[in-house]
């Protein structure tokens, strides 16, 4: 299975556009990267009628009756404004926001109606499907599944690399969608089963438009440094720049207009170490599902491995991203070891070392709560890969209790990480945080059921699930305030779980309908054992 990630939920390449021109205003930071073509400024006196250009489609510059009868306010027919105005009001209001984001996205339809072989609008319009998919507060506003909507964006982004297949950006964001699109049909959902070998077939697609991008960009920054070398400034360039005119004077559709303006983003080193990180991340998510679909493949997946982690540690030297290159690098040699571990490449002892040298000396750990978290992952991965490896062959007692003692020892590891993270200051996704502290705590409760028994863990039952409810219950506090719907659902389900593992059945009754799916979830997660869940739907009935 891909990793668990707890924070990061967006693996997009942040390279917001920059306006240029006479009357630039500041930009809205948050704006998906890339957004290629803007007009400067409106015309003061257009006419109120429809756009009639590709530009005009995707950046506006007449005023639209039908659009202000839509939104109540007298604002310009464009993809771009209409994305801005969606991300005004992202943090406030998510209803209004996808409402703008989707007439952005009916406009970028629109115009490639009429002009197919625009790829700015094809390009915009990919992206910002991909950029709503990642974000569950909008896409709850929409009657459309997270699949269905990553499918819809992979769609869209193939469309937009037929028309430019040598574009670093369209090569990254489609593998992007790719990535994402494999995650989840390799989780499945309620309506899409699990799928792995789809799954295992887009990541390596995505890895090889990973490579042609990296491949681009290395000759679009190579070409670059060869101009800068080879033909350096004249110094008078600034005199000669001043007898041609500027943007103002060039001639303009609508009078006292400024002109469109194509935005071509210098490839710099930053961009390399962009993609060389995500085809590290896609690497990682790789290895949980090449256990079960591709094992032989391990020994590639590892060769391969090599030269990317070499060159992510070059391109992060002198431009301050070392600890960023770091996690990544963990992160990946922990799921490989893992994966190791599951196929019998690698034993015990070994995987332990393996996690410990990864999150080494080489990061901070005290000011990082991703790096807190992705550690907190690694030891419950390899407390999860114990109990995958015992449950297949019976133990001696000596090396039941040595494992025993191994997952004890790693899972109140993990919670002293996730305790850490919450303490820290401005962290975000608390609610994702407590969650997994709960999990942790039942976890270590399953310890003390058969075929375990470890004392421990049953001299700690009351005060195992008394932690678990109260993380939990924090979780749905949390998750309700980040106003994320799905994780505050699971929260208050699994405090009902436990609530009535300590006896009270009340909360439980409250949530029946969907506590059966959850407890199958959490019994394939190693958070219930079968003897509870006959329990508790005895209680139920």
């Not at 306006?19 to 400067?40: D, K, Q, Y």
């Not at 530009?55 to 310009?76: I, K, N, P, T």
């Amino acid at each position: 299975m891909p990793k668990r990630q707890l924070l990061q939920v967006n693996k997009k390449k942040e390279k917001p556009a920059q306006l240029v021109g006479p009357h630039t205003v500041p930009p809205i930071t948050a704006l998906p990267p890339n957004v290629h073509t803007f007009a400067l400024q409106k015309a003061p006196n257009a006419q109120e009628e429809g756009p009639e250009t590709a530009d005009e489609y995707l950046a506006g510059v007449h005023s639209c009756s039908c659009f202000r009868a839509s939104f109540g306010a007298d604002v310009a027919i464009a993809g771009v404004e209409a994305e801005e105005a969606g991300e005004k009001w992202r943090a406030g209001d998510s209803a209004k926001s996808s409402r703008f984001f989707v007439r952005a996205i009916e406009l970028y339809d629109a115009g490639l109606e009429r002009f197919p072989d625009s790829f700015d609008l094809s390009y915009n319009r990919a992206r910002l499907q991909y950029e709503i998919s990642q974000q569950p507060r909008l896409l709850a506003q929409l009657p459309v599944s997270p699949i269905g909507l990553l499918e819809l964006a992979l769609e869209s982004h193939r469309s937009a690399l037929k028309l430019k297949q040598d574009d670093a950006d369209v090569l990254f964001n489609t593998a992007q969608v790719l990535t994402s699109l494999g995650e989840l049909r390799a989780e499945g959902s309620s309506t899409h089963p699990p799928d792995r070998e789809d799954a295992l077939e887009k990541f390596q697609e995505a890895m090889e438009l990973f490579q042609r991008c990296f491949a681009v960009q290395e000759y679009q920054l190579n070409e670059a440094q060869a101009i800068m070398t080879d033909a350096p400034m004249p110094d008078n360039l600034a005199d000669e720049a001043s007898d041609h005119p500027t943007t103002e004077e060039l001639d303009s559709p609508f009078p006292g207009e400024g002109q469109w303006a194509s935005i071509i983003e210098p490839i710099t080193t930053n961009a390399l170490l962009d993609t060389t990180v995500a085809q590290t991340e896609t690497l990682t998510v790789m290895c949980g599902l090449m256990v079960a679909q591709d094992p032989a493949g391990l020994p590639w997946l590892e060769e391969y491995s090599k030269p990317l982690l070499q060159r992510a540690t070059s391109l992060a030297e002198g431009i301050d991203r070392i600890q960023e290159v770091s996690l990544s690098m963990a992160n990946f040699k922990c799921a490989f070891a893992d994966a190791a571990f599951r196929t019998g490449r690698l034993n015990l002892t070994t995987y332990q070392e393996e996690i410990n040298n990864a999150f080494g000396t080489d990061i901070e750990p005290l000011n990082s709560v991703q790096w807190l978290c992705d550690r907190a992952d690694a030891y419950i991965a390899l407390t999860a890969s114990i109990r995958s490896t015992t449950d297949l062959a019976p133990q001696t007692e000596a090396v039941s209790s040595q494992l025993n003692d191994t997952q004890w020892k790693y899972l109140t590891k993990a919670l002293a990480d996730l305790t850490t993270a919450t303490k820290l200051p401005n962290v975000p996704n608390l609610a994702k945080i407590h969650l997994r502290r709960g999990d942790c705590e039942l976890l270590r409760y399953c310890l003390g059921k058969a075929p375990s028994c470890y004392k421990q863990a049953i001299q700690n039952t009351t005060m195992l699930l008394r932690n678990a409810e109260i993380y939990y219950r924090g979780a749905a506090k949390f998750a309700k305030v980040e106003m994320v719907g799905q994780e505050e659902a699971e929260a208050l389900i699994k405090e009902a779980v436990v609530s009535s593992l300590s006896g009270d059945d009340t909360k439980l009754k409250t949530y029946s309908a969907r506590v059966m799916e959850t407890m199958d979830e959490m019994r394939d997660e190693g958070l219930l054992v079968a003897e509870d869940i006959d329990r508790l739907r005895q209680r139920l009935k």
